[in-house]
């Protein structure tokens, strides 16, 4: 398969995946504000979605540094072309990535991702004031959901599926480790102490807005703890939004790979070694280390991973 | 459709039809239409204007007929051009016997903006230059064709002709059920065979075979992937393939693959930076070495634009005679050269019954229709023709075909051209129908999509 092709499908991966957190993050911040009061000398909700989407310089040029706002965080993580990561500028490169190798998606994956860009045109013409927030992010969820169905249902499972699947797995990774840390902004001392009521709800809030609210139940019984939580969207092997999930995923499509082409990259012994890590750690290691710093250490190991799948597939090596 | 009052015979089932289906219904499937197109992403890139930058060729659901004998005609006219097309490109980049004849001046041949230097005396394989030729035609009576112009690069538009009539057989099965209209859906895959049929001799194996784009950002891309697509080969970009040794490759996930046939969408001047323009980021450095050594074959070959250009037109007819021996099947049509003294004359005097066009223009831009300009139109444009006549060329307007339309106020005759799309190879094919444009704009001769021109599906009926 051409380098390019695989490049523009790893692409296309990525950016549904992070549509779809995007809208994930804003419902957080959403829920998170409909409580009458955050933990006092906090950091702002809204504040805290902008900075964990990893975007909070690009606000501050354009919306200034005053008090951060719900309709500004709305622009700007929806609607703004300047914002690369919004959901409109994820799904409109989704949609030049999937034109630009449309020869290497089925119809119907096609169909999927135009119909979400004419929709998306649709909903841009549409005055502001008709537009509900948790509206927009359903419907971002559902454009995502349908890819992805779509992308199960008709494409052959070959290389060209692995490539599609590494990006959508290395950005999970990445969006999960982001959601977690919104967390750690707003409530930065009460990891590991267990909290009010507003705690407990700004906690189970993160499992609404990854919609995985049930599964926590079935897996953990019906208490919250911050620390069952935290085990599960980074330990759990069966939580499909945990970091492990997500590594063992970005493995079993490396390992596809390997067989399908006869050798293996590079990028598998970076994978190795984050899987090594994340199986050998407790929770325990975690809190003592700092959530933050340990998220923040795997988002920069992900990024790695996802530089060496570059390097070994996507550039064309000659 | 009609000839006097009578409907003509092939054109019966399809008015009987409109007869029997309700306005509201029409109406309907004429806004499904569209709705598919979109979905699909038919779409054609405008330049130089702001707003939508991929906009929908209006679709008209009114078919263009053709009768069997008809079209049997107007077959053995294309193939036979066609040939001959191939036959000057050969000939004026070998020994220009034709020029050696005094058939054609030496001028027109060799200091044609077109004419490459750079592939003279090349052998490609099949002695094939020109493989997909497109010809413009209009119908001016039973039997009779003109030939508005060729196009032996990369003629555009195939793509339509495919999907026109898919869409025409999703909405009106009936139709196809009643009628029996030959089928075109064929012609990607006599294109691909047409490819592997002009591979290198060097070739082992199967031919790989690649269709080249300048990208997504290309007016035609919807084209370029849809054919990629129906052929089952790679769509690629300049950056894409590289030179290495005596053979062209495309970079894959599995390192290198060798490629032995280039379909090319690009113009010649972009193919390759160190043979052509150094700026270009669309081609292949070093891709004109590997070419003239044989190591790939391309198509149309680099060079082939010299035989469709609107001056050397004029001497298709003397081409057929010289090469084949034939006489012409397919009419041209009379054409005033504004660099003959004579012919300038004559054409700046009927300015108001000419079509004046410029020698190296296309798309409809910069052209003027004497019948249906205003006098200070024609005034300007005669200023102009008076500053550079060597750059215009004029012809007669001539009683076009019409061909019934959907319009705002029902159905109505709007003028139409066809250009069916002729595969040449180790053989020469052409696929029963075409493109049909339409000229949407009552009175209007322009048909090109950029200037509010129409498609139609083309059908050609069985006996």
């Known amino acids: ?318 | 459709m009609y000839d006097g009052d009578a409907i003509r015979p092939a054109y019966e089932k399809l008015d009987q039809w409109v007869k029997n289906t309700p306005p509201e219904v029409l109406l309907q499937k004429k806004k499904e239409a569209e709705a598919l197109f979109r979905r699909i992403g038919i779409t054609f890139a405008v330049y130089g204007e702001g707003g939508d930058t991929e906009r929908l060729i209006p679709f008209d659901m009114m078919p263009r007929v053709f009768t069997e004998p008809e079209w049997r005609k107007l077959e053995r006219g294309v193939k036979q051009r066609a040939r001959a097309l191939n036959a000057f490109l050969h000939d004026v980049y070998h020994r220009g016997e034709i020029i050696r004849a005094g058939i054609i001046p030496a001028d027109l041949v060799y200091r044609n903006e077109a004419y490459e230097n750079a592939v003279v005396g090349i052998d490609p394989p099949a002695g094939v230059y020109s493989h997909i030729v497109g010809i413009d035609l209009v119908r001016t009576g039973p039997g009779e064709f003109f030939v508005l112009e060729d196009n032996c690069r990369t003629p555009s538009g195939v793509s339509y002709m495919l999907e026109n009539r898919e869409i025409m057989m999703r909405m009106f099965p009936e139709l196809f059920r009643t009628a029996r209209i030959a089928p075109v859906d064929n012609y990607p895959n006599l294109l691909r065979r047409t490819l592997a049929s002009v591979a290198p001799r060097k070739t082992e194996g199967d031919p790989v075979s690649v269709l080249l784009s300048p990208g997504s950002f290309n007016s035609a891309y919807y084209e370029h992937s849809f054919l990629a697509d129906q052929m089952g080969i790679e769509l690629v970009e300049g950056q894409d393939l590289f030179v290495k040794g005596d053979f062209v490759y495309m970079r894959t996930t599995q390192g290198p693959q060798k490629v032995d046939v280039i379909y090319r969408r690009i113009d010649d001047s972009f193919i390759d930076p160190l043979c052509f323009r150094p700026d270009s980021m669309l081609g292949v450095p070093g891709l004109m070495n590997v070419y003239r050594s044989g190591g790939v074959a391309i198509a149309s070959a680099p060079g082939a634009g010299v035989a469709d250009d609107k001056a050397v037109y004029i001497y298709v007819p003397e081409m057929i005679r010289f090469y084949l021996g034939e006489q012409p099947i397919l009419n041209n049509v009379q054409t005033y050269k504004c660099a003959d003294p004579d012919d300038c004359k004559y054409v700046l005097e009927n300015l108001k019954d000419l079509v004046v066009k410029e020698v190296h223009g296309s798309g409809g831009y910069g052209m003027l229709v004497g019948p249906r300009s205003t006098a200070e139109e024609v005034s300007n444009y005669a200023d102009r023709i008076r500053a550079k006549p060597e750059e215009f060329i004029a012809q007669p307007t001539l009683a076009l075909s019409t061909c019934p339309t959907f319009v705002d106020e029902g159905i109505a005759p709007r003028h139409v051209d066809l250009r069916p799309y002729c595969l040449v190879g180790k053989e020469v094919h052409l696929a029963p129908g075409g493109l049909t444009r339409v000229a949407l704009t009552e009175g209007s001769l322009v048909v090109n999509s950029s200037q509010g021109g129409g498609v139609k599906d083309t059908w050609v009926l069985a006996d």
């Open chain 1, 1 to 318: 398969m051409l380098s390019r092709t695989a490049e523009n499908l790893f692409w296309i991966g990525r950016y549904m995946e992070r549509s779809e957190t995007m809208a994930r993050l804003l419902e957080v911040g959403y829920r998170m504000s409909l409580m009458p009061s955050t933990g006092a000398g906090n950091r702002n909700e809204w504040e805290s979605l902008v900075v964990a989407a990893g975007s909070s310089a690009g606000f501050r040029d354009k919306y200034g540094s005053g008090e951060v706002k719900q309709r500004d965080v709305e622009s700007w993580m929806f609607f703004d072309r300047d914002n690369g990561s919004s959901i409109i500028s994820c799904l409109e490169n989704a949609r030049q990535n999937g034109r630009a190798v449309r020869t290497a998606l089925t119809t119907s994956m096609w169909d999927a991702l135009n119909s979400a860009y004419l929709e998306l045109r649709e909903l841009e013409r549409t005055p502001r004031s008709e537009l509900a927030l948790p509206e927009l992010c359903d419907w971002t969820k559902r454009q995502s959901a349908l890819f992805r169905g779509e992308t199960e249902g008709t494409h052959l499972q070959n290389d060209g599926y692995d490539f599609y699947n590494l990006g959508a797995y290395i950005e999970r990774g990445d969006n999960t480790a982001r959601i977690l840390d919104v967390k750690y902004y707003i409530l930065l001392p009460t990891t590991d102490t267990v909290g009010g009521g507003v705690d407990t709800y700004q906690w189970s809030t993160l499992l609404r807005s990854l919609s995985v609210f049930r599964s926590f139940h079935w897996s953990y019984g019906s208490e919250y703890s911050p620390r069952k939580i935290t085990d599960f969207l980074i330990f759990n092997r069966a939580c499909p939004r945990s970091l492990l999930f997500s590594a063992n995923r970005v493995g079993l499509h490396l390992d596809r790979l390997s067989a399908a082409y006869g050798s293996e990259s590079p990028a598998c012994r970076n994978l190795q070694k984050m899987l090594t890590e994340l199986s050998t750690t407790t929770l325990d290691h975690v809190i003592e280390e700092g959530l933050h710093e340990f998220l923040t250490r795997f988002i920069n190991d992900n990024a790695t991973l996802g530089q060496s799948v570059a390097d070994s597939y996507l550039f064309g090596v000659q």
